[in-house]
Nanobody, 123 residues
Framework: QVRLVESGGGLVQSGGSLRLSCSAS????????IGWSRQAPGKEREDISC????????YYEDSVKGRFTISKDNAKNMVFLQMNSVKSEDTAVYYC????????????????WGQGTLVNVSS
């Protein structure tokens, strides 16, 4: 079965840390770029971070640069998002997806999304 499953969301205090995980099944992350997007209440979904299939290209949206870190474990077929110094504006549903800005022409393409995990930052 081809799917992405996120975990690790929850309630965190402003200034705290949280680590999101995404487990991929049937999608070798050594072959596909992978990343994280989020959708806050009443707002459009935005791409916040991704890593290319070969791991050489990494992207961070400006608002998370220096605070969030993406990492990928090809052996476990998982991708992670370490979130530090979280702010109230980080409250959103976070999605793992192969549909990212880190896609490179020539790589195999698959549009796949997880179900999302809610991050709620309390002030």
């Amino acid at each position: 079965q081809v799917r992405l499953v996120e975990s690790g969301g929850g309630l965190v205090q402003s200034g705290g840390s949280l680590r999101l995980s995404c487990s991929a099944s049937g999608v070798p992350l050594s072959t596909y770029g992978i990343g994280w997007s989020r959708q806050a209440p009443g707002k459009e979904r935005e791409d916040i971070s991704c890593v290319s299939a070969d791991g050489f290209e990494v992207y961070y949206e400006d608002s998370v640069k220096g605070r969030f870190t993406i990492s990928k474990d090809n052996a476990k077929n998982m991708v992670f998002l370490q979130m530090n110094s979280v702010k109230s504006e980080d409250t959103a549903v976070y999605y793992c997806s192969t549909d990212t800005p880190c896609y490179r022409a020539g790589d195999p393409w698959l549009e796949l999304w997880g179900q999302g995990t809610l991050v709620n930052v309390s002030s």
